[in-house]
Protein backbone atom coordinates (compact mmCIF):
# COMPACT_ATOMS: atom_id res chain seq x y z
CA UNK A 1 0.00 0.00 0.00
CA UNK A 2 1.04 3.28 -0.89
CA UNK A 3 2.34 5.95 2.05
CA UNK A 4 -0.10 8.51 0.29
CA UNK A 5 -3.23 6.77 1.13
CA UNK A 6 -2.16 7.33 4.58
CA UNK A 7 -0.95 10.79 4.71
CA UNK A 8 -3.30 13.03 2.31
CA UNK A 9 -4.05 15.39 5.07
CA UNK A 10 -3.91 17.11 7.87
CA UNK A 11 -5.12 14.42 10.15
CA UNK A 12 -2.90 11.56 9.42
CA UNK A 13 0.62 12.10 10.25
CA UNK A 14 3.74 10.14 9.99
CA UNK A 15 2.64 6.16 8.79
CA UNK A 16 4.99 3.44 9.47
CA UNK A 17 4.86 -0.04 9.22
CA UNK A 18 5.45 -2.15 12.88
CA UNK A 19 4.76 -5.96 13.38
CA UNK A 20 2.63 -6.43 10.94
CA UNK A 21 0.38 -3.12 11.71
CA UNK A 22 0.24 0.54 10.65
CA UNK A 23 1.53 2.90 13.10
CA UNK A 24 -0.13 6.76 12.73
CA UNK A 25 -0.75 9.38 14.78
CA UNK A 26 -4.54 10.21 13.79
CA UNK A 27 -5.50 13.82 14.99
CA UNK A 28 -3.57 13.43 17.91
CA UNK A 29 -4.60 10.12 18.78
CA UNK A 30 -1.84 6.92 17.92
CA UNK A 31 -4.06 4.48 15.49
CA UNK A 32 -2.89 0.73 14.54
CA UNK A 33 -4.59 -0.35 11.38
CA UNK A 34 -4.80 -2.59 8.31
CA UNK A 35 -6.74 -3.61 5.41
CA UNK A 36 -6.89 -6.13 2.83
CA UNK A 37 -8.81 -6.82 -0.40
CA UNK A 38 -10.21 -9.91 -2.73
CA UNK A 39 -12.09 -9.67 -5.57
CA UNK A 40 -15.42 -8.74 -4.48
CA UNK A 41 -14.17 -7.65 -1.15
CA UNK A 42 -12.18 -5.79 1.28
CA UNK A 43 -11.63 -4.92 5.02
CA UNK A 44 -10.26 -2.55 7.05
CA UNK A 45 -9.60 -2.99 11.11
CA UNK A 46 -8.18 -0.55 13.05
CA UNK A 47 -7.26 0.24 17.14
CA UNK A 48 -7.09 3.14 19.87
CA UNK A 49 -4.97 1.70 22.38
CA UNK A 50 -5.47 4.12 24.87
CA UNK A 51 -9.01 5.07 24.36
CA UNK A 52 -9.72 1.25 24.55
CA UNK A 53 -11.01 1.47 20.55
CA UNK A 54 -11.29 -0.53 17.86
CA UNK A 55 -13.10 -0.18 14.52
CA UNK A 56 -13.80 -2.97 11.61
CA UNK A 57 -15.02 -1.84 8.22
CA UNK A 58 -16.05 -4.54 6.09
CA UNK A 59 -17.03 -3.73 2.06
CA UNK A 60 -18.85 -6.28 -0.67
CA UNK A 61 -17.14 -4.54 -3.26
CA UNK A 62 -13.61 -4.74 -4.49
CA UNK A 63 -12.63 -1.00 -5.62
CA UNK A 64 -13.66 -0.12 -1.74
CA UNK A 65 -10.26 1.42 -0.71
CA UNK A 66 -12.29 4.82 0.03
CA UNK A 67 -14.85 3.51 0.78
CA UNK A 68 -13.80 1.34 3.76
CA UNK A 69 -11.06 4.13 4.88
CA UNK A 70 -14.48 6.53 5.01
CA UNK A 71 -16.36 4.40 7.13
CA UNK A 72 -13.92 3.71 9.62
CA UNK A 73 -12.60 7.34 10.25
CA UNK A 74 -15.82 8.42 10.51
CA UNK A 75 -16.57 5.33 12.78
CA UNK A 76 -13.36 7.22 14.48
CA UNK A 77 -14.31 10.85 14.81
CA UNK A 78 -17.63 9.48 16.06
CA UNK A 79 -16.11 7.24 19.20
CA UNK A 80 -13.71 10.14 19.84
CA UNK A 81 -15.99 12.87 19.91
CA UNK A 82 -14.21 14.68 17.34
CA UNK A 83 -16.35 16.79 14.73
CA UNK A 84 -16.71 14.99 11.75
CA UNK A 85 -14.21 15.41 8.78
CA UNK A 86 -15.73 15.85 5.28
CA UNK A 87 -13.81 12.73 4.25
CA UNK A 88 -16.71 11.34 1.59
CA UNK A 89 -15.77 15.06 -0.39
CA UNK A 90 -12.24 14.63 0.01
CA UNK A 91 -12.17 11.33 -1.11
CA UNK A 92 -13.89 11.75 -4.02
CA UNK A 93 -11.94 14.61 -5.24
CA UNK A 94 -9.07 12.64 -4.86
CA UNK A 95 -10.08 10.18 -6.61
CA UNK A 96 -11.30 12.56 -9.58
CA UNK A 97 -8.12 13.23 -9.81
CA UNK A 98 -6.50 10.25 -9.60
CA UNK A 99 -8.74 9.03 -12.56
CA UNK A 100 -7.90 11.75 -15.05
CA UNK A 101 -4.09 11.31 -14.17
CA UNK A 102 -4.30 7.30 -15.06
CA UNK A 103 -6.59 8.21 -17.95
CA UNK A 104 -3.96 10.96 -19.72
CA UNK A 105 -1.66 8.25 -19.21
CA UNK A 106 -3.43 5.62 -20.73
CA UNK A 107 -3.82 7.66 -23.48
CA UNK A 108 -0.29 8.37 -24.63
CA UNK A 109 0.51 4.81 -24.11
CA UNK A 110 -2.40 3.23 -26.48
CA UNK A 111 -0.56 1.86 -30.17
CA UNK A 112 -2.07 3.57 -33.23
CA UNK A 113 -1.51 0.23 -35.43
CA UNK A 114 -5.15 -1.43 -34.99
CA UNK A 115 -5.41 -5.11 -35.80
CA UNK A 116 -8.77 -7.16 -37.48
CA UNK A 117 -10.85 -9.47 -35.29
CA UNK A 118 -12.15 -12.51 -36.73
CA UNK A 119 -16.03 -11.56 -35.46
CA UNK A 120 -17.56 -8.30 -35.24
CA UNK A 121 -17.48 -6.96 -31.91
CA UNK A 122 -20.85 -7.34 -31.00
CA UNK A 123 -20.91 -11.23 -31.14
CA UNK A 124 -18.16 -11.06 -28.17
CA UNK A 125 -20.71 -9.20 -26.25
CA UNK A 126 -22.93 -11.31 -23.41
CA UNK A 127 -23.16 -12.21 -20.10
CA UNK A 128 -20.03 -14.55 -18.57
CA UNK A 129 -20.02 -16.05 -15.65
CA UNK A 130 -17.66 -18.17 -13.15
CA UNK A 131 -18.51 -20.49 -10.13
CA UNK A 132 -15.94 -18.37 -7.90
CA UNK A 133 -15.39 -14.92 -9.81
CA UNK A 134 -19.36 -14.36 -9.98
CA UNK A 135 -20.35 -12.45 -13.73
CA UNK A 136 -19.25 -10.31 -15.97
CA UNK A 137 -20.82 -8.06 -18.48
CA UNK A 138 -19.21 -7.34 -21.79
CA UNK A 139 -21.08 -4.72 -24.60
CA UNK A 140 -20.71 -2.96 -27.57
CA UNK A 141 -20.94 1.40 -26.61
CA UNK A 142 -20.19 3.79 -29.50
CA UNK A 143 -18.37 1.03 -31.44
CA UNK A 144 -16.26 0.23 -29.02
CA UNK A 145 -16.44 -3.30 -26.37
CA UNK A 146 -16.20 -2.90 -22.84
CA UNK A 147 -16.56 -5.05 -20.10
CA UNK A 148 -18.24 -4.34 -16.22
CA UNK A 149 -17.44 -7.26 -13.31
CA UNK A 150 -17.92 -5.96 -9.86
CA UNK A 151 -19.13 -2.25 -10.41
CA UNK A 152 -15.59 -1.88 -12.48
CA UNK A 153 -16.14 -0.01 -15.80
CA UNK A 154 -13.09 -1.99 -18.35
CA UNK A 155 -12.33 -0.93 -22.13
CA UNK A 156 -11.72 -4.08 -24.21
CA UNK A 157 -9.60 -2.64 -26.89
CA UNK A 158 -7.93 -4.39 -29.99
CA UNK A 159 -4.68 -3.89 -30.96
CA UNK A 160 -2.09 -5.39 -33.00
CA UNK A 161 0.07 -6.15 -29.86
CA UNK A 162 2.16 -9.16 -29.28
CA UNK A 163 1.62 -11.96 -28.03
CA UNK A 164 -2.12 -10.35 -28.58
CA UNK A 165 -4.07 -12.37 -31.03
CA UNK A 166 -6.98 -11.85 -33.00
CA UNK A 167 -9.53 -12.96 -30.52
CA UNK A 168 -7.35 -11.08 -27.78
CA UNK A 169 -7.96 -7.47 -26.26
CA UNK A 170 -6.12 -5.33 -24.01
CA UNK A 171 -7.97 -4.66 -21.00
CA UNK A 172 -7.64 -1.15 -20.09
CA UNK A 173 -9.18 -0.46 -16.36
CA UNK A 174 -10.13 2.16 -13.42
CA UNK A 175 -7.06 3.97 -11.71
CA UNK A 176 -8.54 2.03 -8.48
CA UNK A 177 -8.65 -1.44 -9.86
CA UNK A 178 -5.91 -4.37 -9.19
CA UNK A 179 -6.05 -5.11 -12.69
CA UNK A 180 -4.16 -3.07 -15.21
CA UNK A 181 -2.98 -3.60 -19.02
CA UNK A 182 -3.49 -7.30 -18.95
CA UNK A 183 -4.49 -9.66 -21.99
CA UNK A 184 -8.12 -10.94 -22.15
CA UNK A 185 -8.68 -13.86 -24.54
CA UNK A 186 -12.17 -14.71 -26.13
CA UNK A 187 -12.87 -18.24 -26.66
CA UNK A 188 -14.57 -18.50 -30.00
CA UNK A 189 -16.61 -21.11 -31.99
CA UNK A 190 -18.35 -20.86 -34.63
CA UNK A 191 -19.44 -17.57 -35.22
CA UNK A 192 -19.69 -15.92 -31.69
CA UNK A 193 -17.45 -16.21 -28.18
CA UNK A 194 -18.31 -19.04 -26.10
CA UNK A 195 -16.28 -18.25 -23.06
CA UNK A 196 -13.20 -15.07 -22.24
CA UNK A 197 -10.37 -15.85 -20.04
CA UNK A 198 -8.90 -13.51 -18.00
CA UNK A 199 -5.88 -13.06 -15.35
CA UNK A 200 -7.60 -11.58 -12.70
CA UNK A 201 -4.66 -13.09 -10.00
CA UNK A 202 -1.70 -12.78 -11.30
CA UNK A 203 -0.63 -16.07 -9.31
CA UNK A 204 -2.69 -18.45 -10.57
CA UNK A 205 -3.89 -19.45 -14.08
CA UNK A 206 -6.18 -17.73 -16.18
CA UNK A 207 -9.55 -17.29 -14.98
CA UNK A 208 -12.38 -18.20 -17.77
CA UNK A 209 -15.29 -17.62 -17.80
CA UNK A 210 -18.40 -19.26 -19.71
CA UNK A 211 -20.91 -17.26 -21.48
CA UNK A 212 -24.47 -18.22 -20.30
CA UNK A 213 -27.62 -18.07 -22.45
CA UNK A 214 -29.83 -14.93 -22.31
CA UNK A 215 -33.23 -15.78 -19.61
CA UNK A 216 -36.50 -16.30 -21.50
CA UNK A 217 -39.01 -13.57 -21.07
CA UNK A 218 -42.09 -14.85 -19.39
Request: hydrophobic share 35%; with cysteine; proline share 5%.
Amino acid sequence: MATEWFCNGRERLDASYAMGWFVQAYRGHRCLFHGGTGPGFSAWVGFVPREKLGVVALTNCQNSLSVRRIIALNVLDRLLGLNQSRWNGREKQAAKKCEAKAREQRSHSRPTRKARHSLPLSRYSGEYSHPGYGRLSVFLENTELKMKHKGYPYELMHYDLLPCGRDRFVLSAPAQSDVQNVSVSFRVSGAAAKALAIPFEPTVSEIVFRKTKPKKMT
